[in-house]
């Protein structure tokens, strides 16, 4: 899907390491917080008030990085460079009014929520004619740069199309008109066949982590049936999708009993009008770790050469989360076990 070749070099998994490690202190969080600029009620900087909002809520980034007010007439520069202006609209989704509990503790109801805000989102956004993509993305956990832990998404609705997403469309049409297949089906059919890599399936959604990962837990959750985008999932595949990501979510948490930190986006077909029809929609989980306290540094290999890396065999990884219960360990503590 991206045109890239993965190095898989699994025997360095154990080589000694001497670097530096993540602490992941767990506090008790409260599940209000008076100066969180999420939380329910309260006032943010730009002295816009919150909703006395009770499941999600959505508003416009105050500190948007696009913005319509961008400037438009920029210098041409000089020689072979060339500019244009990127504007679009920011927001923020709050997925809960709780300060403390993360997209894997949601029950799979709220989470199907969640999934309509994504919905409307996209197709309210996609809809505008300067919007040609709609970027939806979490950045969870400290290792990613994220300080408030108050459950929450962004989208970057944006008059140019961000490069993955470029990538995939044309690679997934070039492969339609190539094969008459849709690409990500037949990911799925190689997934199944060899299945060690399947996390979670019911009817009309799958999770699984996949031949080509690039990160030791890199996992995708997809609807079966091609949609372009989030949008046109019928009631019953938001409610499986739902489910599939609950799973998924938890036995990531699961396996080292922390919050697992990642950079999930949802890859979904430009809405500039192009023919999409070979897209098919689906969330990618790129978690920076490889071990507990252990981040996989991007450097020569990925940075300088641009080709991963990965120390990890991908059906290993898969089987660690196989192995893991699907009931959050924050709910086995609540519900009275050890
Ligand atoms: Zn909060
Ligand atoms: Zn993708």
Known sequence: MREEWIIVAAHRQNRPWHGETVEHAQSALPDYLPDCYLCPGNLRVSDKRNDLYTSTFVFDNDHP????????????????????????????????????????????????????????????LGRRKEIRHVLIFENKGEVVGVSNPHPHCQIYATNFI????????????????????????????????????????????????????????EVYVAPKRTHASIATLTEDEVTDFAEA?????????????????YVMTLHQAPTDGGDYRGFHFHIEFHPPLRRPNLLKYLAGPEIGGGNFLSDTAPEEKAAELQAQPEVHYNQTYRDGEP
């Open 65 to 124: 990085c696009v913005g319509f007010d961008a400037p438009q007439d920029i210098a041409k520069p000089e020689g072979i460079y060339r500019n244009r202006a990127a504007v679009g609209i920011a927001r923020v989704v709050c997925y809960s009014p709780q300060h403390n509990l993360t997209l894997a503790e949601l029950e799979a109801g709220e989470i199907a929520g969640l999934l309509r805000v994504w919905q409307e989102q996209y197709s309210e």
């Open 162 to 217: 961000f490069k993955t997403m470029e990538t995939e469309a044309r690679v997934s049409q070039r492969h339609l008109a190539e094969s008459g297949r849709i690409l990500f089906q037949d990911i799925i059919k190689a997934e199944h066949e060899d299945g060690r890599r399947l996390l979670f399936e019911n009817e009309t959604a799958i999770a699984f982590l996949p031949y080509f990962a690039r990160y030791a837990y």
């Open 245 to 261: 990501l609950k799973v998924l979510l938890v036995k990531l948490d699961n396996l080292w009993r922390m919050p697992f930190p």
